[in-house]
């Protein structure tokens, strides 16, 4: 396994022949505070094109629609809470079924209803996303977020992307201001 720091990229499929269905574990553990709301961490992918936009708005993944229509990324469901040990939320990736028109799929968290809550990333400690291949469990890449966030509602964690022909892995880590919606209007999904 490989444990990777900020801007680190890695090249998964080189390294491990044959990969195909991936799976990608994000946690994190909200820290105490006073606030009285329950901290609502979501994980989301969006799967862009060459532009670094979606070519679609199905190309979003995320609690209100778990599956992209190609069948290649799938979330596993919306963890409310945080609480407990290992991954809170998880996204799996076919990587032989993403579209050819798809180079990145980037994925993200953000706190559900951060603003009416008072609530952003310096909340949040042991964030983390790990890369494992779900036919055998083990676990490929980890990447710690670490303590970077203050002010920031949302975070782009890592990112796969394709490069000749192989898929890569690049641990991402910048915040957003805006939540959801900003990362929305950034990846060029239309919002209600």
């Known amino acids: ?39 609502d961490l ?16 199905s190309d979003f993944v995320f609690y209100g629609s778990l599956s992209h229509p190609s069948g290649s990324v799938q979330h596993m469901g919306d963890n409310r809470t945080g609480i ?14 993403i579209p050819g028109n798809i ?21 949040v400690s042991n964030a983390y996303i790990r890369i494992y291949d779900e036919a055998n469990g083990t676990e490929l890449i980890r990447y710690d977020l ?19 022909g192989e898929w890569k892995f690049s641990a991402v880590g910048s915040g957003f201001k805006g939540g959801l919606k900003a990362l929305c209007q950034n990846f060029g999904v239309s919002i209600s």
Not at 14 to 38: C, E, F, T, V
Request: glycine share 14%; no cysteine; charged share 25%.
């Open 103 to 123: 180079d990145k799929i980037t994925f993200t968290v953000t706190i559900y209803q951060a603003e009416e809550r008072k609530q952003n990333f310096g909340q």
């Open 42 to 57: 979501d994980a989301e992918a969006f799967l862009l094109g060459t532009n670094g936009k979606v070519t679609a708005d």
């Open 84 to 97: 407990g040990g290992g991954d809170d939320e998880q996204i799996k990736i076919d990587l032989a079924k």
């Open 146 to 164: 670490g303590e970077d966030f203050s002010v920031e509602t949302a975070v782009v964690v890592g990112e796969l992307y394709r490069q000749g």
């Open 1 to 39: 396994m490989i444990n990777l720091f900020k801007g680190q990229k890695v090249n998964l499929t080189k390294d491990n022949p044959g990969l195909s269905k991936i799976l990608a574990g994000l946690g994190w553990d909200p820290n105490k505070y006073d606030g009285g709301s329950a901290f």
